[in-house]
């Protein structure tokens, strides 16, 4: 059973940065190898936004929405860090970190809030 657990969320000012940490067990390193690891945002009222992923496999392709993109960065796959920086107001919400193969893991989120 794949576990997640993320971190580093807090209350920054615009235009600060934070790092979001996930980290995951519950499999060999060579099976989450092959796992797609996702960052998510959900946002009170709006859709769940796919903000950042590594694709599964060899290739580990990075992919990021619009709205993040030249800001945040996704890095790593065993502990997959989030490093959020240049933060709007906009980018407020509840992260999720997601290990999907087939079958899709979730943490338990940790709140990002932008504000003054």
């Known amino acids: 059973q794949v576990q997640l657990v993320e971190s580093g969320g807090g209350l920054v000012q615009p235009g600060g940065s934070l790092r979001l940490s996930c980290a995951a067990s519950?499999?060999?390193?060579?099976?989450?190898?092959?796992?797609?690891m996702n960052w998510y945002r959900r946002v009170p009222g709006k859709e769940r936004e796919l903000v950042a992923s590594?694709?599964?496999?060899?290739?580990g392709i990075k992919q990021y929405a619009d709205s993040v993109k030249d800001r945040f960065a996704i890095s790593d796959k065993r502990t997959v860090f989030l490093q959020m920086n240049a933060l709007k107001d906009e980018d407020t919400g509840m992260y999720y970190c997601s290990a999907k193969w087939g079958i899709e893991y979730w943490g338990q989120g940790t709140q990002v809030t932008v504000s003054t």
């Open positions: 519950g499999a060999s390193i060579s099976t989450f190898a092959m796992y797609a």
């Open positions: 590594i694709g599964g496999g060899s290739a």
